[in-house]
C-alpha cells in the first residue's frame, strides 16, 4: 500500500476526552484516530503538499490566536518538515481560537513504517 496520509478534525465547545473507538472525539493517543469509524476522516492525501494545502484551508476558517506566538506559515512549514520524514510522522494539533471552541486536528502517516496498528481504516 503507497504511503499516505488520513486527516482528522473536531471542532466543539470544550476539549473531550474519547470514550471509546466509536466517538467522534479526539483520541489521547494520535494513532487511535485509525480505530475511530472511517466515516470521521476529513480527507486522505496522497501528497504532502495537498496535507499541507488542506490545514492552511483548516487555519483560515479556526486560526490560532495571536497570543500563541508562531505564525501560519511556521506551523505549515513545520506540518511540511514533520510529513515527509522518512520515518514517518504524524501530527496533531489542539488549540482554543476563541473563549466558546476548541478544535483538534490530526494528520496521521499511513501505512506507518514503523507501527503497524492499528491498520489503515480504508483502502485509498
Known amino acids: 500500500m ?5 486527516a482528522y478534525g473536531w471542532v466543539g465547545r470544550e476539549r473531550t476526552e474519547s470514550k471509546g473507538p466509536g466517538d467522534e472525539f479526539p483520541p489521547m493517543e494520535i494513532r487511535n484516530w485509525l480505530k475511530k469509524p472511517p466515516r470521521l476522516i476529513r480527507n486522505t492525501f496522497h501528497t504532502i503538499d495537498d496535507a499541507v494545502a488542506w490545514m492552511a484551508g483548516e487555519l483560515e476558517q479556526h486560526p ?8 501560519n506559515q511556521t506551523r505549515l512549514a513545520h506540518l511540511r518538515q514533520t510529513l515527509g520524514q522518512t520515518a514517518g510522522s504524524d501530527i496533531a ?11 483538534s486536528y490530526a494528520i496521521i502517516t499511513c501505512p506507518h513504517p514503523h507501527h503497524h496498528q492499528p491498520p489503515c481504516p480504508q483502502n485509498p
Open 2 to 6: 503507497a504511503r499516505h496520509w488520513h
Open 93 to 103: 494539533w489542539g488549540w482554543y481560537p476563541n473563549t466558546s471552541q476548541y478544535v
Open 64 to 71: 490560532f490566536p495571536d497570543s500563541y506566538g508562531t505564525s
